[in-house]
């Protein structure tokens, strides 16, 4: 285990400077894959359970407990069903006021959702390159060297060239797991926007079942008036 790490410590201070930013990079992407996998797994987690057992509260007229059992499960598809059910438990709703407000939850969650995906696309975009330019600089130190003995010796040449080769190596060792994560998170985020959606159908089907019982009363927009200028017309100017 120790020579291992001691190769590893080895290694990177063969690679140059460039291998601090290229470890930061990977330290930053590891910390929010970590934080990201949590949050889809939590928000994804019960949100089957929780569209059932609120649609049959809510169908059997216990509002109270569907607002509390959506309250007491974390997601994007609870929160849409928390937000309808407020609005439903007033008795009265206004023509597309619970479209709007579902609309409005979902938009919220929806970006809470995608929160980290552009450091880990920038990491995965930054990090080859990254270790491209070390790249460039290693191969810049293996000309320099060349032109300063002012021959071509293996020995003189072979620290740029594995400058290079490492820098590049870390790189792409970076950016393939970092552009997997994020194809991932992207795939798990597309699953609960389907969920959300249902969760949107599902309340908005509450709504009508429960005006269709009399238990919800859905008032149309009143027209906004034309307001009429009252102030006199210019006077014409003179020919």
């Not at 023509?95 to 970006?111: F, H, M, P, R, Y």
């Amino acid at each position: 285990m120790s020579g291992t790490q001691y190769q590893l410590l080895t290694l990177f201070a063969d690679g140059g400077w460039m291998m601090y930013p290229l470890v930061l990079c990977s330290l930053i992407a590891l910390g929010v894959i970590l934080a990201k996998g949590w949050t889809l797994w939590v928000a994804h987690r019960g949100t089957h359970t929780v569209l059932q057992e609120v649609e049959e509260a809510a169908m059997g007229g216990r509002i109270d407990d569907a607002v509390a059992i959506a309250s007491s499960t974390p997601g994007p598809a609870a929160a849409i069903l928390m937000a309808g059910l407020r609005r439903i438990r007033s008795g009265t709703l206004v023509d597309g006021e619970l479209e709007k407000a579902v609309s409005t939850t979902g938009t919220i969650e929806l970006g809470f959702l995608e929160r980290g995906l552009v450091i880990l696309a920038t990491i995965a975009n930054v990090a080859p390159l990254m270790g491209f330019l070390g790249t460039v600089a290693g191969m810049i130190l293996a000309f320099g060297a060349i032109e300063a003995a002012g021959n071509v010796d293996p020995t003189l040449v072979a620290g740029g060239i594995k400058v290079a080769l490492l820098t590049t190596a870390a790189g792409l060792v970076i950016a393939v797991p970092v552009n997997i994560s994020y194809n991932f998170f992207v795939t798990r985020i597309d699953s609960l926007i389907l969920d959300m959606e249902q969760g949107s159908q599902k309340i908005i089907n509450v709504a009508w079942d429960l005006e269709k019982k009399g238990s919800l009363e859905i008032k149309k927009k009143e027209p906004t008036p034309r307001v009429v200028s009252t102030m006199p017309p210019a006077p014409t100017p003179p020919a």
